[in-house]
């Protein structure tokens, strides 16, 4: 290619005869300043380690509030108390949905985290499925010695959770709108006071279930050990409907 | 960057090209811009003095879109362009492209040759080079890579030109394009349907190319290159006839072709423009995957990979051929020109990305095993395109993950060339293996 003639080029270095050290085939990148030297692994490592230590102290500081005795009775007041205090510090965590299983996860197998205590781990964990950016939230759950209560509690509508595992009680309480899947076992009040949206449970379910629900559906694949008081919805057992029905009754077990 | 205007009247031009000449849909975005890829490489191919296969349906305009770039980058009448095409048959001869001798002269015992408008003009067109047979190809293979035709013993060089070759699917009458003619093309392009509604509007306007041509200035031409000037001489009223044409058509159009002075201009200007240090670690990956091979040293075509390589995630695994010299030379043409042509200072990945698959569909050989997997894949491109865009895509992820690892091992590459004593950095991926080669060969 011919440069125009007028325009003052560059002619390119030739070495002299003698030289015969090899070009540097590097060179433009010889005043890029070299990072300092982590791997990219252990970036990733390191700042989930960050992010992992703010989750546990959110929950080490619901437990101080709300468990000061370690014991915990779930009444109506006190589960709409301790979700609030969990929003609260949820809300100031910055964190991806595969976090949430870490934690659940490091609820049992780290001595970092020195309580499990079902019921407000089941809140805590439940806010931080409400508040996650993500849509679609997969919870591996299946290694767990305990099952953790008040899973899916508010999940909102937009929201999807899918439970590998069984689940322990109040499993979807005030759902509202959210759908909610468990791969195995649900106990006793799945669903109770549930305002609308889709509970599935691939397995069995235990008694009260539906209890006082507004509206919104229960699909359970094997068993319905008992119904409770249902206002409005549906439930369906082994996708046939057994509320609104005459086939089951509230509060009679089966 | 310069102010001379000179992006305006090429973007001129294309518009001029894709609003009235040859209809199409736009298909490749850059940093926010729409372009029909057909017209934007022709461009790049004509201002860059590369070198462009066009293939395509019969009748979707791959010869008509060569014809006219030509015609406004070069300045010369369509008749002119017509009449200095080769198109491609098995019957085709070294005479009727290249130069015959004489045969006047040659009665009186002298030998002398009367040169092809082919080999005189700067813009050439083989039209359907694929129904040359094979022994024919070669006889274009020198003066398509270095611009020297000879014939007996005589030679004219052109210090300035571009190739357009068109070329149809494969049909009873093509041949294969040679391997060392298709490497020597820069870029691949295919000139697609336009779909039925612009389909429709092709031809409503009458003969939408009568502006292009001169009939007066055609003859000139005509007259000129049969005289027995020399070639040099015939260069400089060669020009002064293009600038005659130009003018023309800047008075009925309203835009200024191309003068020589112009071209030579935009090409320094474009050869200016450096690879940013992504652009060229991102090249440097590409390269990487379509030459490397751990265990025979490069790939060869005539080697098949080993069973547990641990490289089979790459693309290096996919392929059978290695990537020639002249890929980083095509696409560091054409992304200077893009990167000129969109007021940038620097080439970068923006560039790379819109450029490098038409620099490697043709030169690559997929494995049969891939071309079965994706060959029913969904896609707008013709398949060795639309796996050429998907490589880079691939690649391209890959560097977005380890960008910075991938620079600092560059740079410790170049420091440890110069003498420091430092370790060079480990990474998954081919071009960290190459750097210890090419460290290792410091060493020696």
């Known amino acids: 290619m011919k440069s125009a003639p007028d325009q003052k080029r560059e002619r390119p270095a030739i070495s002299g005869a003698g030289d015969r050290s090899p070009r540097n085939p590097f060179e433009e990148f010889g005043r890029f300043a070299v990072s300092t030297q982590t791997l990219p692994l252990e970036e990733i490592v390191q700042s989930t380690e960050v992010v992992m230590d703010r989750i546990r102290r959110g929950y080490e500081r619901l437990l101080e509030e709300e468990a000061k005795e370690l014991v915990w009775m779930v009444q109506y007041n006190t589960i709409i108390k301790a979700y609030e205090v969990a929003e609260r510090y949820v809300k100031e965590i910055e964190y991806a949905a595969e976090d949430i299983e870490d934690f659940c996860f490091a609820l049992e197998n780290t001595q970092k985290i020195p309580y499990l205590i079902p019921g407000p781990a089941g809140l805590y964990i439940s806010a931080l499925c409400n508040y996650v950016e993500e849509e679609e939230i997969l919870l591996k759950l299946s290694d767990l010695k305990t099952e953790i209560n008040l899973l899916g509690f508010r999940l909102p509508k937009g929201k999807r959770l899918m439970i590998e595992g069984d689940t322990g009680d109040f499993t979807g309480i005030g759902v509202e709108g959210g759908d909610l899947t468990i791969e195995g076992n649900a106990k006793n009040w799945t669903g109770a006071g549930m305002r609308s949206g889709n509970i599935s449970v691939r397995k069995n379910i235990g008694l009260h279930t539906g209890e006082w629900m507004m509206g919104g559906e229960i699909h359970v694949g094997g068993r319905v050990r008992g119904l409770g008081n249902i206002v409005e919805g549906k439930v369906y057992e082994r996708e046939k409907l057994v509320y609104p029905g005459k086939a089951r009754y509230p509060n009679v077990y089966y | ?444």
């Not at chain 2, 336009?194 to 200035?217: C, D, M």
């Not at chain 2, 130009?246 to 008075?251: L, N, P, R, T």
């Not at chain 2, 990956?285 to 060869?300: D, I, N, P």
Request: aromatic share 8%.
């Open chain 2, 1 to 444: 960057m310069e102010k001379n205007g000179y992006r305006e009247r090429v973007n001129e031009i294309y518009q001029l090209i894709n609003d009235h000449l040859y209809f199409n849909r736009p298909d490749l975005e850059i940093k926010g811009e729409n372009y029909n890829s057909a017209i934007l490489l022709s461009l790049l191919t004509a201002l860059k003095q590369g070198k462009e296969l066009i293939i395509g349906e019969p009748g979707l305009g791959k010869t008509t879109s060569a014809e006219f770039i030509c015609s406004l980058i070069y300045q010369f009448p369509l008749g002119m362009i017509w009449a200095s095409e080769v198109s491609g048959h098995p019957e085709q001869t070294e005479e009727k492209i290249v130069g015959r001798p004489d045969l006047g002269k040659l009665n009186q015992g002298e030998e002398e040759v009367v040169w092809t408008n082919f080999t005189q003009i700067p813009a050439k067109i083989v039209d359907e080079i694929n129904r040359l047979p094979e022994t024919k190809q070669s006889m274009i293979l020198d003066g398509v890579d270095r611009g020297n035709w000879e014939y007996l013993n005589e030679m004219i060089i052109n210090d300035e030109y571009s190739l357009f070759a068109t070329a149809n699917y494969q049909d009873g009458g093509t041949n294969t394009i040679i391997a060392p003619l298709v490497d020597r093309f820069d870029v691949m392009i295919e000139s697609k349907h336009p779909g039925a509604n612009l389909s429709f509007q092709v031809g409503k306007n009458g003969r939408k190319a009568e502006f292009l041509r001169h009939p007066k200035i055609e003859k000139e031409f005509h007259r000129l290159f049969k005289s027995k000037t020399p070639y040099d001489k015939k260069l400089a009223k060669m020009e002064e006839l293009c600038d005659a044409f130009g003018e023309s058509v800047h008075d009925a159009l309203g835009i200024r072709p191309l003068q020589k002075r112009d071209r030579e201009q935009i090409r320094a200007e474009m050869e200016d423009l450096a690879y940013d240090l992504d652009a060229s670690a991102f090249t440097r990956m590409v390269l990487a995957e379509f030459s490397f091979c751990e265990h025979y040293g490069q790939k060869r075509s005539v080697e098949n990979c080993e069973e547990g390589c641990h490289y089979s995630g790459y693309l290096c695994h996919e392929i059978k051929n290695c990537a020639s010299n002249r890929l980083p030379t095509s696409i560091k043409q054409y992304a200077q020109g893009l990167a000129w042509l969109l007021q940038d200072s620097e080439v970068d990945i923006e560039h790379l990305k819109a450029v490098i698959p038409f620099a490697l569909a043709h030169r690559v050989q997929w494995k049969d095993q891939i071309l079965s997997q994706k060959e029913r894949a969904k896609r707008d491109d013709p398949f060795s395109l639309y796996l050429a865009k998907e490589a880079v895509h691939v690649i391209l992820q890959r560097y977005r993950e380890q960008s910075e690892h991938l620079k600092d091992a560059l740079a410790v590459g170049s420091r440890i060339f110069q003498g420091e004593s430092l370790e060079p950095l480990e990474g998954d991926h081919p071009l960290y293996r190459e750097i210890k080669k090419d460290l290792e060969r410091r060493k020696r």
